[in-house]
């Protein structure tokens, strides 16, 4: 049990809609980080917030966006899909950006664009 | 650009034996983390196992050992005494020091464990 959640776990959307993905994190947890795993790779890093900012981007569109709330939630949101966006999404949180933290990974949300 | 390379799509192993899974990565960091992680079908990420790149001891936990060769930049993961629950999705995973949960991850090694 690592405390993250993820929601939802399955969604299917059509191409050139827009999604939100959501990840409740533990008390404290003030670091969380968002992934795309395409199927057969590994996790790509997206972006990190920490205290409710942006500290951190990988290479990714600006379609795909983040809020982190002051409650340890969080939201990926992915505008104007493209088939490409099909994949499992996961949230990873900390209580900092000190290495020394643990992180915590989420079980995900499977993602299918058609 | 950090890269994380892992050459093994696919591992076997008979239970109860030894198993090493190969990975190499570029960086021109000197302070950095390496990190084994197992990726089962639930999809949730579980940590195996962590080595600080500034500690020449190789990490170890329980069955699970690295050779970190820090010149070579190579990380490689020894399972001992191989079970069947060991059999999953095994991925190698760098980060930088001081960035929080920010991981480049290699593409994987699956591993299947015959009893």
């Known amino acids: 049990e690592t405390g993250v959640t993820q929601s939802p776990t399955h969604l299917i959307k059509t191409r050139g809609q827009q999604v939100t993905l959501r990840c409740s994190s533990q008390?404290?947890?003030?670091?969380v980080s968002w992934y795309q795993q395409a199927l057969g790779q590994g996790p790509q890093f997206i972006f990190q917030y920490y205290r409710e900012e942006e500290n951190g981007r990988g290479n990714f569109p600006p379609r795909f966006s983040g809020l982190q709330f002051p409650n340890y939630s969080s939201e990926l949101n992915v505008n104007a899909l493209e088939l490409d966006d099909s994949a499992l999404y996961l949230c990873?949180?900390?209580?900092?950006?000190?290495?020394?933290?643990?992180?915590?990974f989420g079980e995900g949300s499977w993602l299918t664009v058609v | 650009a950090q890269t994380v390379t892992q050459s093994q799509p696919e591992m076997s192993v008979q239970e109860a034996e030894t198993v090493t899974l190969s990975c190499t990565y570029d960086?021109?960091?000197?302070?950095?983390?390496l990190f084994w992680y197992k990726q089962p079908p639930s999809r949730q990420m579980i940590l195996v196992i962590r080595q600080e790149a500034y500690k020449q001891q190789n990490a170890t936990e329980n069955r699970f050992s690295v050779n970190f060769q820090k010149a070579a930049k190579s990380f490689s993961l020894k399972i001992s005494d191989s079970q069947l629950g060991d059999a999953a999705m095994y991925f190698c995973?760098?980060?930088?020091?001081?960035?929080?949960?920010?991981?480049?991850f290699g593409t994987g090694t699956s591993l299947t464990v015959i009893p």
């Open positions: 995973a760098y980060r930088r020091t001081n960035t929080g949960n920010q991981f480049y």
């Open positions: 990873a949180s900390s209580g900092g950006v000190f290495s020394g933290n643990t992180i915590y």
């Open positions: 008390s404290g947890h003030n670091t």
């Open positions: 960086t021109s960091e000197s302070d950095y983390y």
